[in-house]
């Protein structure tokens, strides 16, 4: 059962697009977890690049940096200040196209 959380995992920061299919299919597992995947510098560029692309807008990165952000089983502590960020535009304020790119510029 483990085995099949952490592919959902994997799909959720691997593809913001389809992230509210995957929360129903996470929504089978307990909430309490251990961290089991850890958040990288490319889940951040993709998300990030497919809102400089046009590909989806910020309120999908704000979804997405929210779920991340709630989850005990993926440990984001390396990118925990740009998910807050992100997460949370009424503290920050709506993040600009300059802003987004700033933000990729700094990854590590």
Known sequence: MINTRIELLKKLLENPIS????????????????????????????????????????SVVEEWTNVIEGRDDIDYDKYIDVIDELSNPILYGIPSEKRIKEILENLE
């Open 19 to 58: 992230s509210r299919d995957i929360l129903i299919k996470l929504s089978d597992f307990d909430w309490d977890s251990e961290e089991l995947i850890v958040l990288q510098k490319d889940h951040l560029e993709n998300l990030l690049d497919l809102y400089l692309k046009k590909q989806i807008d910020l």
